[in-house]
Structure formats: structure tokens, C-alpha cells
């Protein structure tokens, strides 16, 4: 039987889930978007206010040009996959809940998040920007099919393009 895209991933005899982010993530979110490493790998440096903050997320979370995929493994939230539709697409980016970085789970996330999205969304051309000293990130999404382009404003940009793959 082959795999849907919304079955869990198998990560070491555990599984990690993947849902919609629900207002009840907000708070999280907001610490690992403050976290001093995410903010340093960001194109933003600044800290976020929580006012500001929940303006965003609550807009965010009814904005139909966003896509906000929270993944969770062992009862933990581990972290966050985000599309926002740019004029050629849709940008992609993950961000690890802090405590959760270091175990392998990044790749699981990105790769069921790109999955899922692409059901919704066929024909897509999908982009990461991602910093040049990021190198984490860059090998997660190249693992996942995303190829590097060009370097523009500081940061490197990768696509994965995903038409006609019937």
C-alpha cells in the first residue's frame, strides 16, 4: 500500500505528527521565533513582541496566501513548517523548537510539511532562503530536493520545483 503524504513519518521507532498550527501554538512559536540562534539564522535579528506577535500569528492563521504546519514527536511540539505565496510561488522555511535541535528531527519535518503542502497546492514552485553560514538548514533542504540558485541580499536561495508529477 503506498504512503499518503498525512500518514505520520517513523523517526527511531517513534513517530512525528504533523497538524495545522491552532492559536494554542502562539506562545511557542514566539519563543522559538526569539530564540537567540533562529533569530541569528533569520533575515530579522530583532526580538518579537509578544503584542506584535499575536497580531501576526492570529492574521496569519486566516490568511489564505499562509500555510502554518506545527509537527509534534513523543507528546512534544518540536517545531514549525511555514509557506507564505510570494508572486512565483510559495516560500518555505522550519524552525526548531530549540529544545528539540540536534536529534535529526528537521529533515522529518521539512519533508512531511513539503508533502502535505503539495497536495493542497500541485504545480507549485516552492523557494528556501536560507543564510550562506546556515549549513544545517541548507543540507535539510537539499535533502529534500531543493537546489541552490543564487546568492541575493545575503542569503543563499534555493527551489524545488513541483509540476505536473503525475
Known amino acids: 500500500?503506498?504512503?499518503s503524504p498525512f500518514d505520520?513519518?517513523?523517526i527511531r521507532s517513534s513517530v512525528v505528527k504533523l497538524r495545522p498550527a491552532t492559536f494554542d501554538d502562539s506562545n511557542d512559536l514566539l519563543v522559538w521565533r526569539n530564540d537567540p540562534h533562529t533569530r541569528a539564522m533569520s533575515r530579522d535579528h530583532d526580538l518579537v513582541a509578544p503584542d506584535d506577535h499575536k497580531r501576526w500569528f492570529?492574521?496569519?492563521l486566516h490568511d489564505k496566501g499562509r500555510v502554518i504546519l506545527l509537527a509534534e514527536h513523543e507528546g512534544r511540539k518540536i517545531g514549525v513548517a511555514r509557506f507564505d505565496q510570494t508572486e512565483t510561488g510559495w516560500e518555505t522555511?522550519?524552525?526548531l523548537n530549540p529544545a528539540?535541535?540536534?536529534k535529526g528531527l528537521g529533515g522529518a519535518l521539512l519533508t512531511m510539511?513539503?508533502?502535505r503542502f503539495t497536495i493542497d497546492h500541485p504545480d507549485?514552485?516552492?523557494t528556501a532562503v536560507i543564510r550562506p553560514d546556515n549549513s544545517v538548514s541548507r543540507a535539510i533542504f537539499e535533502a529534500c530536493g531543493f537546489r541552490f540558485v543564487d546568492r541575493r541580499d545575503e542569503?543563499?536561495?534555493f527551489v524545488r520545483l513541483f509540476l505536473n508529477q503525475e
Open 1 to 3: 500500500m503506498e504512503r
Open 8 to 10: 505520520d513519518i517513523q
Open 58 to 60: 492570529t492574521k496569519a
Open 93 to 95: 522555511g522550519i524552525n
Open 100 to 102: 528539540e535541535r540536534g
Open 113 to 115: 510539511a513539503v508533502e
Open 124 to 126: 507549485q514552485i516552492l
Open 155 to 157: 542569503h543563499d536561495h
